[in-house]
């Protein structure tokens, strides 16, 4: 159980982000405004007592907060202070994370990560954070793999993990995993379609979601692209670009054909009595546009 105090004025330079994450920076930006505009409605939630050295709180929750804070100039924020373990100040911000509406995946699998390093097993994780112990143990997998791709797939609904588990068992014979998933109804239709497109993906640009982190880069500069990195990328961008043309063409002959036709039957009374008959006086102004265009 934790000691929560009354709310009390932080010094902003005495907190430690404990858990740090990235954020959109419209949605920053947006919350920013907000608190020059009407000011703070909600308090950040820190801990008491810290490890790092210089600082006399560890950041819960509000990490978006107090950045939007420093940048209005402040130097103090309203907090609330809890004394809890370090341990559970990182599942008090998992679980934090997980009951906001649009959190982001990559911070859900961070935490998880924090929490093993933290000597919390599978089974402890689940049960603080309710999920269940079979996604966890399957996250905690695919992290140590560094399988990123595989673990967006699985929070955007994409993928079910007993085929991202399969695929991340099966080095150099994803496909067959994929394969296996179809047959056996865990994969169908649009969702077929989209992990082959993300098997793609996970073999030009490797496993995880951050670009320093490909693959097929060196081990001394991960960051480093290959020129067969830049071949491959480019004979897309033809085909791509082939196939537009090629759409284009089929409609611009479509398109012919529709005019060509259209002036020919202008040209019937015939055709004029039946529109007439129908109550079809005028043709839409872009066929009629072009129609006219000789």
């Known amino acids: 159980m934790s000691k929560v105090k009354n709310i009390e004025m932080i010094q902003i330079d005495q907190i430690n982000i404990l858990n740090p994450r990235h954020r959109s920076k419209k949605i920053f930006n947006d919350m920013t405004d907000n608190i020059m505009k009407v ?4 308090p950040i939630t820190v801990k008491k007592g810290s490890k790092t050295e210089g600082k006399d709180y560890d950041l819960i929750c509000g990490q978006g907060r107090l950045e939007s804070f420093v940048l209005c100039g402040q130097t103090h924020i309203p907090a609330i202070v809890v004394i809890v373990s370090e341990a559970d100040a990182f599942v008090m911000s998992l679980v934090e994370n ?5 959190y982001r995946s990559p911070d859900i699998m961070h935490g998880i990560k924090l929490l093993q390093q ?3 097993d599978a089974k402890t994780i689940a049960d603080k954070t309710g999920l269940t112990i079979d996604y966890t143990n399957a996250v905690i997998f695919l992290l140590d793999k560094g399988e990123g791709r595989l673990l967006s797939a699985i929070e955007a609904g994409n993928l079910p993990v007993t085929v991202a588990l399969s695929i991340a068992e099966s080095p150099n014979n994803e496909q067959k995993a994929l394969q296996e998933a179809y047959e056996s109804g865990e994969l169908r239709g649009s969702r ?3 992990a082959r497109k ?5 073999k030009q640009f490797g496993r995880a979601l951050q670009n320093n982190h490909h693959s ?11 020129a067969q990195d830049i071949m491959r990328a480019y004979r897309k961008e033809v085909e791509r670009k082939v196939i537009l043309i090629r759409n284009a063409d089929k409609a611009s002959r479509e398109m ?6 259209m002036r020919q039957l202008l040209n019937e009374e015939l055709f004029h009595a039946i529109l007439k008959s129908e109550g079809l006086m005028s043709l839409p ?4 546009l072009l129609v006219e265009n000789k």
Do not use: C, E, M, Q
């Open 256 to 261: 012919l054909f529709v005019v060509t036709a």
């Open 285 to 288: 102004k872009p066929l009629a």
């Open 192 to 194: 077929f379609v989209a």
């Open 216 to 226: 097929g880069s060196s081990s001394k500069n991960p960051g480093a692209i290959s």
């Open 39 to 42: 000011g703070l409605k909600r």
């Open 198 to 202: 993300l098997l793609d993906r996970r």
């Open 98 to 102: 997980l009951a906001r509406r649009n």
């Open 118 to 120: 933290k000597g919390y």
